[in-house]
């Protein structure tokens, strides 16, 4: 059982950034962020799977960084040039599987979210 904590989360007004992490309790090949808006569905942000390649969603491309820092079993989600769309409360999520989907359903460990608010 590997547990997620995520920090870094706030409010920022749009054209900000923030910092998100997510320490975990054990290692695990593939991490990801997803999101989750009131009154929409769980969307994938970026996922990065053992041998540290990233995946974006199309709306965060070119704005977001993921990263991870094996050593310390830590998650970053690095965001840049916030919109007030990117509000959401944002999930780490872990699986054991080399493979990094995209979907959400394939991830067995969760975090308990950081909510993210962007003022325009």
């Known amino acids: 059982q590997v547990q997620l904590v995520e920090s870094g989360g706030g409010s920022v007004q749009a054209g900000g950034s923030l910092r998100l992490s997510c320490a975990a309790s054990?290692?695990?090949?593939?991490m990801g962020w997803f999101r989750q808006a009131p009154g929409k569905d769980r969307e994938g942000v970026a996922t990065?799977?053992?041998?540290?390649?990233?995946n974006y969603a199309d709306s965060v491309k070119g704005r977001f960084t993921i990263s991870k820092d094996n050593a310390k079993n830590t998650l970053y989600l690095q965001m840049n040039s916030l919109k007030a769309e990117d509000t959401a409360m944002y999930y780490c999520?872990?699986?054991?599987?080399?493979?990094?989907?995209?979907?959400?359903?394939?991830?067995?460990?969760w975090g308990q979210g950081t909510q993210v608010t962007v003022s325009s």
């Open positions: 054990g290692y695990t090949y593939c």
């Open positions: 999520a872990a699986r054991g599987g080399i493979l990094c989907p995209a979907g959400g359903s394939r991830y067995e460990y």
């Open positions: 990065i799977d053992a041998y540290g390649s990233p």
